[in-house]
């Protein structure tokens, strides 16, 4: 997920760079990390159980050994957290700033490499996404490092006798669950504020992309953080449900489908009442007006749905046209769509803006979508496999979609969109506002009292006026409804991994 409002294939003044393996950083796609990182070590896996990983772009096995951390593994984990602690929630707050700051300046460093261990399962293309992700990685760390000293409590006064003082405190060992498609920035949102604010963390990668955070547990232990403080566990859902149901297992704060969420929340329910932090699935409007700036809607709307060849979660999904613009929109939308539909290929390749999806499950899912979504609008672009071999999609447009149709209800996850046109105000108000979800919405007007008032209006946790698909760490980042609970991001995630104590002086005597 791009957390930094980055357009696709803009790389900026970003210039990632080549750092060769070294005894401390010994990774590469040649050598990859396939061990958890427990108490500053990797170490053998407990239980006898392997995971599977391929490359999207041909199919082909890239490892069949990675280790699944078995119910011990999380246990010694925890063990681990739960011991350094202590020590860990009274270091000085600069002290933990350094340490996030040079662990961003290390991901900087080895920013190429992290990209190429994502990449070989991902097949996100290193020019329109992972450079950005791995950047946005980096800038997380710093952007938290910043915090370590300005989360502030409160004070109220004494003049009822009693002082009140409101403190910030961390909860302890907590936990992140990340999805595939954004495995580097995902991490780093969830586990730079937990560390900033005195926590330790726990990260579970996904299974399809465990590589990058894997190896990033050496980025840990050379910037010095001490044992325990940050450790990294491989494994599937079982793993996330062994951290989910852990009766010394704080907090968990989980990116990926709703589905998953839920069974996520019961499970912390049953067990500890530990907090929880969902970010979830979307089925993003962008809603057109027909005094917006033409050129700019179609490239935001390219941009949202084709980012990751739309695997992210605020995915601008459902485009919403006003009927005086919409044959000009949809002209311009079709031939921009299939320009970028040139630049699919291999994600290894410097001109590639376009991957594959990550996998023959995802594939075959969005299949099913494209082939039954025939019988539910008109395909107006794309719709079909491109090649032979490798999970390769054309980006979609399907128009003219009935509101109650699957692909105008349901999360794709893919490079696929609908198209539908509106008449007024309120009608499109309530069609954006007809869905399950809640993550992101845009509004794409020249009237900046229409603008104002549709986002107040549209029933999601960000709205981007003119923009769409995009998010920052200042401010917060989550969704309404079935989209998620709580808030990535800014102070918001801050408050997140705190609890607030007060402390109540009598000074009545």
Request: with cysteine; hydrophobic share 40%.
């Amino acid at each position: 997920m791009s957390q930094q409002g980055t357009a696709v294939g803009e790389v900026g003044d970003f210039e990632a760079t080549t750092a060769l393996a070294t005894p401390s950083f010994p990774w590469s796609k040649s050598n990859l990390p396939k061990r958890p990182f427990i108490n500053n070590e990797y170490v053998e896996a407990k239980g006898s159980k392997k995971l599977a990983v391929h490359n999207p772009k041909d199919g082909s096995l890239v490892a069949d050994d990675v280790a699944l951390a078995s119910e011990a593994d999380v246990d010694a984990a925890v063990a681990a957290a739960e011991a350094a602690f202590p020590a860990w929630k009274r270091t000085l707050a600069t002290e933990r700033r350094k340490l996030l700051l040079d662990l961003a300046d290390l991901i900087d460093e080895h920013s190429e490499t992290l990209a190429e261990l994502t990449r070989l399962t991902l097949g996100a293309p290193f020019s329109s996404y992972g450079v950005n992700e791995l950047k946005g990685t980096s800038e997380a760390f710093r952007y938290f490092a910043g915090w370590c000293d300005k989360f502030a409590g409160e004070s109220f006064p004494q003049d009822d006798g009693f002082l009140k003082i409101v403190r910030n405190e961390p909860l302890g060992v907590t936990a992140g669950i990340v999805p595939w498609n954004g495995p580097m920035a995902t991490a780093a949102l969830k586990s730079a504020p937990a560390l900033a604010t005195g926590n330790c963390f726990i990260l579970k990668p996904s299974e399809k992309t465990p590589f990058a955070a894997l190896a990033m547990g050496s980025l840990v232990k050379q910037a010095g953080f001490p044992p325990g403080v940050f450790q990294v566990l491989p494994g599937d859902g079982s793993t996330g449900a062994l951290l989910a149901s852990h009766m010394k297992v704080r907090k968990i704060s989980f990116t990926g489908s709703t589905a998953t969420g839920r069974r996520i929340q019961e499970m912390a329910a049953k067990s500890n009442l530990k907090r929880i932090t969902l970010e979830l699935g979307g089925k993003s409007p962008a809603v057109v007006f027909d005094d917006a700036n033409l050129e700019n809607a179609i490239f935001w709307c390219v941009n949202g749905i084709t980012l990751n060849s739309g695997q992210v979660c605020f995915a601008a999904s459902r485009v919403y046209v006003q009927e005086g613009i919409y044959d000009k929109f949809l002209e311009g939308y079709k031939r921009a769509m299939e320009e970028r539909a040139q630049a699919i290929g291999d994600p290894d390749a410097a001109e590639t803006v376009l991957g594959p999806i990550v996998d023959k499950l995802q594939f075959d899912r969005v299949s099913g979508f494209l082939e039954r979504g025939r019988g539910q609008g008109t395909l107006v672009t794309g719709g079909s496999r491109v090649g032979e071999q490798g999970y390769f999609i054309e980006p979609t447009i399907f128009a003219d979609v009935p509101e109650d149709a699957e692909i105008c209800k349901k999360e794709i996850f893919g490079p696929v969109a609908i198209l539908n046109k509106f008449k007024t105000e309120e009608e499109i108000i309530a069609k954006a506002n007809d869905t399950n979800y809640g993550l992101m919405a845009g509004v794409f007007t020249q009237d900046i009292n229409r603008a104002l008032r549709v986002s107040s209006e549209l029933d999601s946790g960000m709205v981007g006026v003119n923009c769409v698909s995009l998010g920052f760490m200042s401010t917060p980042f989550g969704g309404t409804k079935e989209s998620g609970t709580g808030r990535e991001n800014a102070i918001h995630v801050l408050r997140m991994y705190t609890e607030p104590k007060t402390v109540m002086i009598n000074m009545t005597y």
